[in-house]
């Protein structure tokens, strides 16, 4: 179990973390989210030990990064925000590199070696430089580094940003499998690229923690209102005016006309579900229903209102 | 030792991957042996004096271009943040990559051995002794501007900086016994015994006192600590 205490960091006069507290358990993969400047990074590079906090600490199991930072090292894969590579290095050599600095050598890294390649999907680039190598596999050769001595917490700072569709979704599916057993803790500014792959999302926003929970849980907690588009046909003014009136819980935001369809923005509470309401009204008013879309809150939605407006509670 | 080795192999092969290596070699043996033929014949004297004299002029800017890049460069990749977040201590990284560095010096030396047989060839009378103390001296020096290098080299991220940086300080120690007219005679004494040219013509002269070699020692040790604290550094920004 990873724990992370009061963590609090200062560079100058900028406070970059202002008290970051939470745990990752066994097996679970997090999503770290936040705008650029939230203080992602400066957390996982505390975690990391690649800076000192300024007060605070990180415990691993009965380790802490302040004593036991190389114990915690051995323990922890990471890839840095940008995959720093050596560019003149061959694919081959980084991980034999890597590789040895983690204790493995001869037979269990030949064994280790196979494993990444084969995870990572690095056959066709073993004997490459690095610099020669696309984003896609950079930023594969960046993770096969972290992964090569099968580290029980493997932290990654925003390990799919800058890459296509097709890559996010080859990357994404590969820290899912790696999830299984590990800790993973991923950093993103961009939710939909870590929605799906993780477990629990914690939301930062100025170095403080401003939601933390499963997508589930962050949106039944957010109080907010449905938002309901209806579309409707053989529709009388009388009878769209008289709506609000007769179905409770309904208010009405908007009209517009189209040819002859009337669509309407309608609002209810989000415990509230008036829609039968609404259908049993349409049939006694003669409408026909063309369309009746709910759009709920979004995660989007959430961790826009948390983010720019400063947090709200969520 | 097993992560210094790890470091050392990574840092020797990134030289020969780049044209670094070969264009130091080339350049460090071409540079000596003009220096070197151009008197040696003339003077006809069976030593190698001309050469000793010469490669700690030729060290001033070449030990600094094999150094700037050796810690600057990996703050500017941005690689220090995976380096350092690998369980290996600082001062492991920092001597691994030393020691790399004085491999390469030592590698220019070695091609330099090729004027010592020409002296075999042509020579009488060789005092093989006052060689191997010439040699000892270089690769002694050669270690010391190698430290102040990695030095300058933790200061930036900017290997030009770097470059510049370690050339002053080496010039500095370098002048430094040349400008002793110019100090007040109270601390001539100890600008004396600060300057690399001091204790290298000791060593050079077959006198192999062990304040010459605390001399060096300390002043690499100091120039090593610097750069570690300066890797530490980073933490505590």
């Not at chain 1, 769209?240 to 309407?264: F, M, Q, R, Y």
């Not at chain 2, 005092?127 to 191997?132: I, Q």
């Not at chain 2, 290298?200 to 040790?221: A, C, E, K, P, Q």
């Amino acid at each position: 179990m990873i724990k992370v205490e009061n963590l609090v960091k200062h560079y100058g006069d900028v406070q970059a973390l202002r008290s970051i507290n939470f745990e990752v358990h066994d097996g679970e993969i997090i999503g770290f989210l936040g705008a650029n400047g939230a203080g992602k990074s400066t957390t996982l590079k505390i975690m990391t030990s690649f800076i000192a906090p300024t007060s605070g600490n990180v415990y691993v199991d009965n380790l802490n990064i302040l004593e036991h930072s190389l114990a915690i090292r051995k323990r922890v894969g990471y890839l840095p925000e940008l995959n720093p590579l050596y560019g003149e290095m061959k694919v081959y050599d980084l991980l034999e590199f890597t590789a040895k600095i983690r204790g493995i050598e001869g037979k269990s890294f030949k064994k280790a070696f196979s494993r990444v390649v084969d995870q990572c999907g690095l056959e066709g680039v073993i004997h490459r430089p690095i610099a020669d190598c696309s984003k896609g596999y950079k930023q594969r050769i960046g993770l096969a580094t972290a992964i090569i001595h099968d580290p029980k917490i493997l932290i990654l700072d925003e390990p799919v940003s800058g890459l296509d569709p097709n890559q996010i979704v080859e990357i994404r599916e590969l820290i899912k499998h790696l999830g299984q057993e590990k800790m993973v803790v991923i950093s993103s500014h961009i939710l939909q690229e870590i929605e799906v792959t993780v477990d629990r999302i914690i939301i930062i926003h100025q170095g403080k923690i401003v939601a933390d929970g499963t997508s589930q849980e962050l949106m039944s907690g957010f109080h907010g209102k449905v938002q309901l588009t209806l579309e409707i046909k053989n529709a009388t003014e009388e009878s769209i005016k008289a709506l609000p009136e007769k179905v409770a819980d309904i208010t009405l935001l908007n009209e517009s006309k189209v040819n002859d369809h009337v669509a309407l923005a309608l609002e209810y509470p989000k415990e509230k579900d008036p829609r039968e309401a609404l259908f049993q009204y349409a049939l006694a008013s003669n409408w026909v229903i063309l369309e009746m879309t709910p759009h709920r809150a979004q995660l989007e939605d959430i961790f826009r209102m948390l983010t720019i407006e400063g947090g709200a509670d969520a | 030792m097993h992560n210094i080795k790890a470091i050392y192999a990574k840092e020797l092969r990134s030289y020969f991957n780049s044209p670094m290596a070969y264009i130091f070699l080339v350049f460090f043996v071409l540079f000596n042996g003009y220096f070197f033929t151009n008197t040696f014949f003339l003077i006809d004297q069976s030593d190698l004096r001309s050469l000793f004299n010469v490669v700690p002029l030729v060290y001033l800017f070449f030990i600094p271009v094999i150094t700037m890049g050796l810690i600057a460069r990996e703050k500017n990749l941005g690689t220090i943040e995976v380096l350092s977040t690998l369980p290996i201590k600082d001062h492991e990284l920092v001597l691994g990559k030393y020691f790399s560095a004085i491999t390469l010096i030592l590698a220019g030396l070695g091609f330099s051995l090729v004027h010592f047989f020409t002296l075999v060839a042509v020579g009488t009378n060789i005092d093989y002794g006052a060689v191997l103390c010439g040699y000892l001296g270089l690769a002694i020096v050669g270690a010391f501007y190698a430290a102040i290098g990695i030095f300058a080299s933790s200061i930036t991220e900017n290997q030009v900086v770097a470059f510049i940086i370690s050339v002053v300080i080496v010039l500095v120690f370098f002048l430094m016994d040349k400008l002793l007219i110019f100090v007040p005679s109270s601390i001539a004494g100890l600008i004396q015994f600060l300057s690399v040219e001091y204790h290298l013509s000791n060593i050079s002269r077959g006198v192999i006192d062990s304040r010459n070699l605390i001399y060096f020692g300390s002043m690499i040790w100091l120039f090593l600590i610097l750069t570690v604290r300066l890797v530490e550094a980073r933490k505590w920004r």
